[in-house]
């Protein structure tokens, strides 16, 4: 757009010249996205992401703190009120009963777990979570079969189960550890305390500035679609404009990318978070391959069955890249809206979007009736293990149930995981 020339005056240029952007981006929290990005903050809002951490109020503890008492290795912990207060008594770092107060609330579906307060700034999680199901409503311990005592590393007061280092990281944005090797204490900081807009996206204050002075010159400034993100001020690309280039081939029955998967999509993104893994450093590197930053944990046993099936508690990223569509050039993106975190169909639908359904939804390739357990597609491709007690996750490897290979290696598959009364034979 051509500028009146009159209005090309001296001081229109200086207030435009340093709202550039100077200096690498900072971080300015999701609140400051909203009235910009209205569909966007409403389909975030109440996702897991926004409620992966939280400060305990009544609004957002799930479990009553009524009295309940539970019970493990023969110590008993109770749950209850002090006026606003959400306060537990257990055995404390010496082993003998006491109460602490519930800080915050840590995760929501199917189950919430509760901070507490530890001196040097640690925050610690309590072994008992609460079940969030509808109709399962209970507090259960989270290794219901050891007896753990206060020496031991996985005590609730130990190493394992501290906040600051061993789950900050995946929960919050713009996490900062704040360790002091010599005072051996924490002052850990976060701009928002769950799992936000900039947690994706990336620092945001030049594309805040960017955003202003375009509506405050909106002549100066060129429309989005002649823009680069880069141009907008943001410091990562995650918007795969190629996200949805794809075209059924009629010879295999499955779709294939008519363009090939953008460079920096959603996948790096995602696995920060998202996959079992250790980090090299202290920061994620925005729109960086996620390995400049990150180790992860190649899918092998121990953590992984000998076919590379999930075991441990891997999360989705390792799982994924051994599959054919993380080759063909899916991303996470194709399957889940990445507001509202819900899939993008519903069922078989989804799947149908690039398999065609004459050739798989049918009983010539899944063998049972459309509509029974075993026509779904994830009974077989994505089958489930249930982790923390009570949270079921499908398989992202996609693999194909085969019988005869866990004859060899003993190794689970989806149709007699199902069909329990049956051999592999
Ligand atoms: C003052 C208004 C404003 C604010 C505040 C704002 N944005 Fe934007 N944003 C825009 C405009 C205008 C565009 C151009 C594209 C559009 O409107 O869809 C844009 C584009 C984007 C895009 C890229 C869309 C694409 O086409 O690739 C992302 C991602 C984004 N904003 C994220 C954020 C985040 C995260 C924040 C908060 C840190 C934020 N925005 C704050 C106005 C704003
Ligand atoms: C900063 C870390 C982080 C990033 C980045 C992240 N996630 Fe998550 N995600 C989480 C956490 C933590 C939870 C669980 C929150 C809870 O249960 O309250 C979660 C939950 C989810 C869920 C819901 C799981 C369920 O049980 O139903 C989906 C789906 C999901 N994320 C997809 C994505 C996708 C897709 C991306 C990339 C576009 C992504 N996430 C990026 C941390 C992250
Ligand atoms: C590598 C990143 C990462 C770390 C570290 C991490 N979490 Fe999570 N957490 C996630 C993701 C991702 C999910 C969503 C998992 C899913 O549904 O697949 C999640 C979900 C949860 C949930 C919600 C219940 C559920 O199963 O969806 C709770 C509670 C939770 N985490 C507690 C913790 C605690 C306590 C720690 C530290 C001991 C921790 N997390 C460390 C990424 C992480
Ligand atoms: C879990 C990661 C994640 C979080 C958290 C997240 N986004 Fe996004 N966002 C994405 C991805 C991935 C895309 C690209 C979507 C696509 O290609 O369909 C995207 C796209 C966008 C776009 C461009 C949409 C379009 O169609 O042009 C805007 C604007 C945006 N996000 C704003 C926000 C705002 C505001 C928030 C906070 C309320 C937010 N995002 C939180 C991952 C995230
Ligand atoms: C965005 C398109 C897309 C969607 C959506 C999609 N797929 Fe795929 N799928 C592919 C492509 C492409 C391949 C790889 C084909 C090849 O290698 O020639 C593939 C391959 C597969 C394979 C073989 C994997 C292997 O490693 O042997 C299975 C199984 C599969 N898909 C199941 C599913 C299921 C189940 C769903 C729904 C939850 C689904 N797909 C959704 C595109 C998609
Ligand atoms: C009852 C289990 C079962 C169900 C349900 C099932 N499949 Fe399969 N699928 C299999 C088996 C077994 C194979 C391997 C077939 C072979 O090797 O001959 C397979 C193979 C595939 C492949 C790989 C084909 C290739 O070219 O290598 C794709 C893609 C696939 N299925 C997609 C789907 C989709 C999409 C659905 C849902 C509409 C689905 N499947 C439902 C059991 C199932
Ligand atoms: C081909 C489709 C597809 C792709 C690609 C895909 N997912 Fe999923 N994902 C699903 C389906 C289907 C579910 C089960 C949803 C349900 O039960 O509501 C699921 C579930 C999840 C969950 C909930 C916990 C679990 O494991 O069941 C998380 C978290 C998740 N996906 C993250 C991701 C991330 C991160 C990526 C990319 C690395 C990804 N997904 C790629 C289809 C997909
Ligand atoms: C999600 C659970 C589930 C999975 C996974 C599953 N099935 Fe089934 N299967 C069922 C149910 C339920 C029936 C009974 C359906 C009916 O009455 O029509 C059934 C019926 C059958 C039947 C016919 C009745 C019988 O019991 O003889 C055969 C054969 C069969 N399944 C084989 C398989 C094979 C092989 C696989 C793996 C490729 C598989 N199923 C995967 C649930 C499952």
Redesign the pocket.
Same mark, same amino acid.
């Given at each position: 757009m051509r500028l009146p020339a009159l209005l090309l005056s001296a001081g229109v240029l200086a207030v435009i010249g340093c709202a550039g952007p100077d200096g690498p981006a900072t971080y300015v929290g !999701?609140s400051a &996205?909203v009235s910009c990005?209205e569909p966007?903050?409403a389909a975030?809002t109440g996702s897991d992401?926004d409620l992966a951490m939280d400060q305990a109020t009544d609004s957002t503890v799930l479990a009553p703190f009524g009295g309940e008492a539970a019970e493990h290795a023969g110590l008993r912990t109770t749950f209850f009120r002090d006026g606003a207060r959400f306060m537990v008594r257990t055995d404390g770092p010496d082993g003998s009963p006491q109460d602490f107060e519930v800080r915050y609330v840590f995760g929501v579906r199917p189950l919430q777990q509760y901070l507490v307060p530890l001196p040097n700034g640690r925050l610690q999680a309590l072994p008992f979570a609460w079940d969030t199901r509808p109709g399962e409503h209970a507090w259960f311990h989270l290794y219901p079969d050891d007896s753990v005592t206060t020496r031991d590393p996985l005590h609730w007061t130990g190493a394992f189960q501290n906040w600051n280092h061993m789950c900050a990281d995946c929960h919050s944005t713009n996490l900062v550890k704040g360790y002091d090797a010599d005072a051996k204490a924490f002052s850990t900081t976060w701009s928002d305390i769950d799992?936000? &807009?900039e947690? +994706?996206?990336g620092p945001g204050s030049g594309h805040v500035a960017w955003a202003r002075k375009r509506s405050r010159f909106p002549l100066l400034v060129p429309e989005p679609d002649t823009l680069t993100e880069k141009a907008m001020g943001l410091v990562v690309s #995650? %918007?795969?404009r190629a #996200?949805w280039a794809w075209e059924m081939d009629s010879t295999t029955g499955i779709a294939r990318r008519t363009r090939p998967r953008g460079a920096t999509q959603?996948l790096p993104? +995602?696995a920060r978070c998202h996959s079992r893994r250790a980090s090299l450093r202290p920061e994620y590197a925005f729109g960086r391959p996620f390995e400049d930053t990150h180790v992860v944990e190649p899918p092998v046993p121990p953590l992984y069955h000998a076919d590379g099936q999930v075991l441990e508690e891997d999360y989705v990223y390792a799982s994924f890249l051994q599959s054919r569509m993380y080759r063909a050039g899916v991303t996470c !993106?194709n399957c889940h809206d990445? %507001?509202g975190l819900r899939a993008r169909a519903d069922g078989n639908l989804l799947c149908r979007t690039c398999h065609d359904a004459a050739r798989f939804d049918t009983t010539s390739h899944h063998g049972h009736r459309p509509g029974t357990p075993g026509s779904l597609c994830v009974d077989c491709h994505m089958p489930e293990t249930t982790y923390m007690g009570v949270d079921a996750r499908r398989d992202h490897s996609f693999s194909t149930p085969r019988p005869a290979l866990s004859q060899v290696t003993g190794v689970p598959n989806a149709c007699t995981g199902c069909h329990a009364e049956r051999t592999d034979e």
């Amino acid at each position: 757009m051509r500028l009146p020339a009159l209005l090309l005056s001296a001081g229109v240029l200086a207030v435009i010249g340093c709202a550039g952007p100077d200096g690498p981006a900072t971080y300015v929290g !999701g609140s400051a &996205c909203v009235s910009c990005h209205e569909p966007e903050t409403a389909a975030w809002t109440g996702s897991d992401h926004d409620l992966a951490m939280d400060q305990a109020t009544d609004s957002t503890v799930l479990a009553p703190f009524g009295g309940e008492a539970a019970e493990h290795a023969g110590l008993r912990t109770t749950f209850f009120r002090d006026g606003a207060r959400f306060m537990v008594r257990t055995d404390g770092p010496d082993g003998s009963p006491q109460d602490f107060e519930v800080r915050y609330v840590f995760g929501v579906r199917p189950l919430q777990q509760y901070l507490v307060p530890l001196p040097n700034g640690r925050l610690q999680a309590l072994p008992f979570a609460w079940d969030t199901r509808p109709g399962e409503h209970a507090w259960f311990h989270l290794y219901p079969d050891d007896s753990v005592t206060t020496r031991d590393p996985l005590h609730w007061t130990g190493a394992f189960q501290n906040w600051n280092h061993m789950c900050a990281d995946c929960h919050s944005t713009n996490l900062v550890k704040g360790y002091d090797a010599d005072a051996k204490a924490f002052s850990t900081t976060w701009s928002d305390i769950d799992v936000s &807009c900039e947690a +994706c996206h990336g620092p945001g204050s030049g594309h805040v500035a960017w955003a202003r002075k375009r509506s405050r010159f909106p002549l100066l400034v060129p429309e989005p679609d002649t823009l680069t993100e880069k141009a907008m001020g943001l410091v990562v690309s #995650i %918007h795969d404009r190629a #996200i949805w280039a794809w075209e059924m081939d009629s010879t295999t029955g499955i779709a294939r990318r008519t363009r090939p998967r953008g460079a920096t999509q959603d996948l790096p993104t +995602c696995a920060r978070c998202h996959s079992r893994r250790a980090s090299l450093r202290p920061e994620y590197a925005f729109g960086r391959p996620f390995e400049d930053t990150h180790v992860v944990e190649p899918p092998v046993p121990p953590l992984y069955h000998a076919d590379g099936q999930v075991l441990e508690e891997d999360y989705v990223y390792a799982s994924f890249l051994q599959s054919r569509m993380y080759r063909a050039g899916v991303t996470c !993106g194709n399957c889940h809206d990445p %507001h509202g975190l819900r899939a993008r169909a519903d069922g078989n639908l989804l799947c149908r979007t690039c398999h065609d359904a004459a050739r798989f939804d049918t009983t010539s390739h899944h063998g049972h009736r459309p509509g029974t357990p075993g026509s779904l597609c994830v009974d077989c491709h994505m089958p489930e293990t249930t982790y923390m007690g009570v949270d079921a996750r499908r398989d992202h490897s996609f693999s194909t149930p085969r019988p005869a290979l866990s004859q060899v290696t003993g190794v689970p598959n989806a149709c007699t995981g199902c069909h329990a009364e049956r051999t592999d034979e």
